[in-house]
């Protein structure tokens, strides 16, 4: 148990729907992440939040639409997506002081775009 | 620009065998340097960290050496156990609190 949870854990979506996927963390933190892991590629980093300012975007399509309502919750609004986005999501925090700041992962969500 | 390399996997080994992953990096100056580890079904956690040359990290018995030499953070251990078996990710922050560079990720699988 990390502290960083994450709802649903597994999401079946077709490229027409809308959903919606969050995270929560309970450690104090005061920046949170998503990513996309897909297999045989490295970690994607797609957007952060620090403050609940955005202050990372990385080139990511705007099928995808991230909320930081406060610091403890983050949600990935999603919609109109493509079978290539099929992937696990993770969420992180940390608190930022520098470089050497560690990074707390949830479980991720495993989504599959029929 | 910045750049961390991990050799290819699936890395296969007895219980008790010696373990080494290799990660080697590209960056300028004195970057902070990471391995993580991911057990299945969970998401990533740190496994241990160094922030300056020859530093060693170490935590459940992995160890690693910051080696600016040879750019290099290359994880060990010397008896690997079943229970070891997930990915290990060597990443580096250099000047941003929130972008890390990731390697592509190495899966280890521990044969009993």
């Known amino acids: 148990e990390t502290g960083v949870t994450q709802t649903p854990r597994h999401l079946v979506m077709g490229m027409t729907n809308k959903k919606s996927l969050k995270c929560e963390q309970h450690?104090?933190?005061?920046?949170m992440y998503w990513y996309k892991q897909s297999a045989k590629k490295p970690l994607e980093l797609m957007f952060v939040?620090?403050?609940?300012?955005?202050?990372e975007n990385n080139s990511v399509p705007s099928r995808f639409s991230p909320e930081c309502p406060n610091s403890s919750h983050l949600f990935l609004h999603l919609h109109t997506l493509q079978p290539e986005d099929s992937a696990l999501y993770l969420c992180?925090?940390?608190?930022?002081?520098?470089?050497?700041?560690?990074?707390?992962f949830g479980p991720g969500t495993r989504l599959t775009v029929l | 620009g910045n750049s961390v390399t991990q050799m290819e996997g699936p890395v296969t080994l007895s219980e008790e065998a010696f373990l080494t992953i290799n990660c080697t990096y590209t960056?300028?100056?004195?970057?902070?340097l990471f391995w993580y580890v991911q057990y299945p079904g969970e998401g990533l956690q740190l496994l241990l960290k160094?922030?300056?040359a020859d530093d060693k990290g170490s935590n459940k018995g992995f160890e690693a050496t910051y080696r600016k030499e040879t750019t290099s953070f290359h994880l060990e251990k010397g008896s690997v156990q079943v229970s070891d078996s997930a990915v290990y990710f060597c990443?580096?922050?250099?000047?941003?609190?929130?972008?890390?560079?990731w390697g592509a990720g190495t899966k280890l699988i521990i044969k009993p």
């Open positions: 939040y620090s403050l609940e300012e955005r202050v």
């Open positions: 960056a300028t100056g004195y970057p902070s």
């Open positions: 160094a922030t300056k």
């Open positions: 990443a580096l922050n250099q000047d941003s609190n929130y972008q890390l560079i």
């Open positions: 992180a925090s940390s608190q930022v002081s520098g470089p050497a700041d560690t990074q707390y």
């Open positions: 450690l104090g933190h005061n920046a």
